[in-house]
């Protein structure tokens, strides 16, 4: 399944994750929960999160590590 990040608005860790998300070469969909009605497949304390699937698979700069170490070959 292709990873799905959630974004907020004013949320510097959010820029950066999407911002590595997207330079990584790994199809992922990226969406800001300020701007759409998409929302994650369940409720999140905080942005960004990660999810694959309806799991949710990491926070934050947590999701970074997650790729390098998962998704980027």
């Given amino acids: 399944m292709k990873p ?4 907020a608005n004013r949320c510097h860790q959010c ?7 997207m330079k990584s ?7 800001n929960v300020d701007l759409t009605v ?11 999160a990660l999810f694959i699937g309806e799991e949710l698979i990491a926070y934050g700069e947590d999701i970074i590590d997650y790729y390098k170490k998962n998704l980027i070959n």
């Fill in 25 to 31: 070469g790994v199809s992922t969909d990226i969406h």
């Fill in 38 to 48: 998409v929302t994650p497949p369940k409720d999140v304390f905080v942005y960004p």
């Fill in 15 to 21: 820029e950066m994750v999407k911002d590595f998300a």
């Fill in 4 to 7: 799905v990040i959630y974004v």
